[in-house]
């Protein structure tokens, strides 16, 4: 039985490896969920969730004029993305209309504009697979894209890991001691757009949302110190990709809810049995935690 | 450090407004503050008491008016760590993942290098800071963790770890044990013989009688400003709080 057993897992593990798409899929997936698991520790201690889900939907225009003009979709989508913020700041500034309300009036304008271009403009864009991800099929040059991107966001985060920190926590300290505020507003901004972007390849615009809170939610019901919250964070979101994508393969499941599936269990998770916060506290049974 | 015609006042606001998007929040408002002078500042909720401190801080722009932090314009002493803020409790999201240490580190950013990579002077200085606010047994505890007071004490500790020579305080002494009270009384008659410059937002009236040399009364403006015993006077306050006599804001006992 035994060896049996461990063929089998080891038939499971390995033979999607064999498969040239599927290393691909894994080694994109993973880069994708680190970066965006990253990010995702500081729009959780933010409060910016709606945030990133309005720069998400709004990148979808921006994703499709690219592709209609032969351009890199990245740069579409940033342009978007960060445009879409902008237009947040002035119509709440310039109107009595709630914060809140306004996220949800312009990214859904967005998004709209996004799906009538694609209807409009007959190109081979796959609607599909801009909306859910397509993980399976990332080309070269998209490979390149991504790459590329995720370096620039993780150098920029680590940089400036601290002061984000500091801008999340307490940004009229920051402000005190001579940290420019507004910067790093706009950095995390534009690092919320890049990361937005190359969340859409692999679980697709409407869930990428997911790769950019629920890492960072999950995080932070297990632990009390930020450095640790940024490692749990990235690596449960590497984890829930790898799994995802295995049950994609296995159980010929979409890939893109798949990941954010496994995300959602591994908050499930979290929230049941945290040490400290789950709904089970199990601080005794852990008897070295202080 | 300070020039020589305006070593007379560390913190010179000069008929300062502050608005937000249109609503006037603070107007005409002027405040002048030596070295070693403590000055409490009164007024209603929404009387523009953290307005002043936005103010002073630079967290807000002010919309007319100046301000001279040791005769330099404000960004000057933002880059010296010259102004260290201490939040009111609500001000600050106590689940933050961060401890005792972190956040006193905090207080050390502005001095460090662009990682922000503690020296070993800034090591020495927190631990200077929280040793002064009794904090040394809670050094890796997590603010959530903490009482309200030793909460307080945390943010004091930033402050004295930036080696700030003004000091605002937004409500140092709601929500805390009397312990904290003790503490922060004490601290303040150091910081006081240190020569510092102290500005502290209060409800409570003892407070105010015990050690501010010098009350600041707004509402939305300065209605009154000068020595504690000369400006503390029912008529003053009652002005302040729109009519209301401080008995019945603060009960009797104050």
Request: with cysteine.
């Amino acid at each position: 039985m035994e060896p049996f057993l461990l063929s089998s897992i080891n038939t499971f593990v390995t033979e999607p490896l064999t498969h040239d798409f599927m290393r691909k899929a894994l080694f994109m997936s993973s880069l994708v969920a680190a970066v965006c698991g990253l990010l995702s520790s500081y729009l959780t201690l933010k409060g910016w969730a709606l945030m990133g889900d309005a720069v998400s939907h709004s990148v979808m225009p921006g994703v499709v004029v690219a592709y209609a003009l032969g351009l890199p979709f990245s740069l579409g989508a940033f342009i978007f993305g960060v445009g879409s913020v902008a237009l947040i700041g002035f119509v709440k500034q310039k109107s009595r209309v709630k914060e809140d309300t306004v996220i949800g009036l312009v990214f859904t304008g967005f998004f709209a504009l996004g799906i009538v271009l694609v209807s409009k403009i007959k190109s081979n864009i796959d609607l599909h697979s801009i909306l859910f991800g397509s993980p399976l099929g990332i080309s070269l040059s998209d490979v390149k894209q991504t790459v590329l991107i995720s370096l620039l966001v993780v150098v920029l985060l680590s940089v400036f890991r601290k002061d984000l920190m500091l801008y999340c926590f307490d940004p009229r300290h920051a402000k005190t001691v001579g940290i420019n505020v507004l910067f790093l507003h706009y950095l995390l901004l534009t690092c919320l757009s890049l990361a937005a972007v190359v969340g859409l390849q692999t679980v697709g615009i409407i869930l990428v949302v997911a790769m950019l809170i629920t890492p960072g939610a999950t995080a932070y019901l297990l632990t009390d110190q930020f450095d640790n919250m940024t490692m749990i964070s990235v690596f449960s979101a590497i984890i829930s990709s790898v799994i995802g994508i295995y049950c994609s393969f296995w159980f010929d499941l979409e890939t893109g809810g798949s990941i954010v599936l496994a995300q959602t269990f591994i908050f499930l998770f979290a929230f049941l049995f945290a040490p400290r916060y789950g709904i089970f506290k199990f601080k005794k049974i852990f008897s070295n935690y202080k | 450090m300070e020039k020589p015609n305006y070593q007379n006042y560390r913190i010179d606001a000069e008929n300062i407004c502050v608005d937000y998007n249109g609503k006037v929040a603070l107007y005409d408002a002027n405040l002048r503050l030596k070295p070693g002078q403590i000055c409490g500042l009164v007024g209603m909720n929404g009387a523009g008491k953290t307005t002043f401190f936005n103010a002073l801080t630079g967290f807000v722009n002010i919309s007319k008016g100046k301000i001279r932090i040791n005769g330099e314009p404000l960004r000057a002493a933002q880059k010296d760590q010259t102004i260290a803020y201490v939040p009111q409790s609500e001000g600050i999201d106590s689940q933050f993942p961060v401890n005792v240490w972190d956040v006193v580190m905090m207080g050390r950013y502005g001095s460090m290098n662009i990682l922000r990579c503690p020296r070993e002077s800034d090591v020495q200085a927190v631990k200077d800071a929280i040793r002064r606010v009794d904090l040394t047994d809670f050094l890796s505890t997590p603010i959530g963790n903490l009482s309200g007071g030793q909460r307080k004490r945390t943010f004091l500790a930033r402050a004295i770890a930036q080696r700030a020579s003004i000091l605002l305080l937004d409500e140092p002494f709601t929500g805390v044990d009397i312990r904290t009270e003790k503490l922060i009384s004490e601290l303040f008659i150091q910081f006081k013989n240190e020569g510092k410059t102290i500005l502290l937002s209060t409800h409570d009236m003892i407070h105010v009688r015990e050690f501010c040399d010098l009350v600041l009364l707004i509402n939305k403006t300065v209605v009154a400003y000068g020595e504690t015993s000369e400006v503390f006077t029912p008529e003053n306050i009652t002005s302040t709080f729109g009519g209301i006599s401080p008995d019945v804001l603060f009960g009797p006992e104050s």
